[in-house]
Structure formats: structure tokens, C-alpha cells
């Protein structure tokens, strides 16, 4: 989330893996860009500062080469179907943009073919 290139990140570490390595990222979700810390580090250190849904990281990661894109959860971040599992993200998701509340991780587990 602090390159501006995710793809040539994660095609290094594809390189640099043996076949049938694995790679596990966690990466703030999708509203970390939005978050107050984020805005106060890009202004005050010129960082690049963005989050990474699963949908971006699976492309990236298979974009790059991987197979087999696993997901895992954060305990913050495991919402379910019903109502009010859902109404918990919806509530999650406006704290995270209005108050920069903790973000919800997105761990992914991918492998190398091989």
C-alpha cells in the first residue's frame, strides 16, 4: 500500500520465490487511502498511502504470476451474510472514512506454480 506500482512489487517476489513457493501479504483494506493517518502521512511525508481490496490483490497477484489466491480475515474484518453482519461492515466502513477507525487487514496467501 506504500508503492505506486503493486504488480512490479509482487512480480519481484515472484522471481525471487522457488517454484512452489508461497507469498502472504496483509495489506489495509480499501478505505485506508481515505483514513485520516493516511491523509496526514502523504502530507507530511510525501508517502504513498493506499489500501488494497481482495478484488486488487488477486488481480495483482495474478497478474503477476501466482495461483491459487487465498483469503484471510482480520478479526476486525470478518463480515458474513446476514443483517447484521452486514450492518457491522456498513458501520465499520463509515468509521474507517469519517474517524479513522482501524482499518480491516486483507491477508492474502498465493503460491508460485511449480
Known amino acids: 500500500h506504500h508503492c505506486q ?44 498511502e493506499r489500501g488494497m481490496g481482495w478484488g486488487r490483490m488477486t488481480r495483482a497477484l495474478r497478474t503477476a504470476g501466482f495461483v491459487s489466491p487465498e483469503r484471510f480475515y482480520s478479526s476486525q474484518g470478518t463480515f458474513g451474510r446476514s443483517p447484521l453482519q452486514r ?3 456498513v458501520v465499520v466502513a463509515a468509521l474507517t472514512v469519517t474517524s479513522g477507525y482501524p482499518h480491516r487487514s486483507v491477508i492474502g496467501l498465493a503460491s508460485k506454480p511449480g
Open 87 to 89: 450492518l457491522r461492515a
Open 5 to 48: 506500482d503493486e504488480v512490479a512489487v509482487l512480480r519481484h517476489a515472484f522471481a525471487a520465490l522457488r517454484p512452489g513457493g508461497h507469498i502472504l501479504l496483509v495489506e489495509p483494506d480499501w478505505f485506508h487511502e481515505f483514513g485520516g493517518s493516511a491523509r496526514r502521512d502523504r502530507a507530511h511525508y510525501g508517502t504513498t
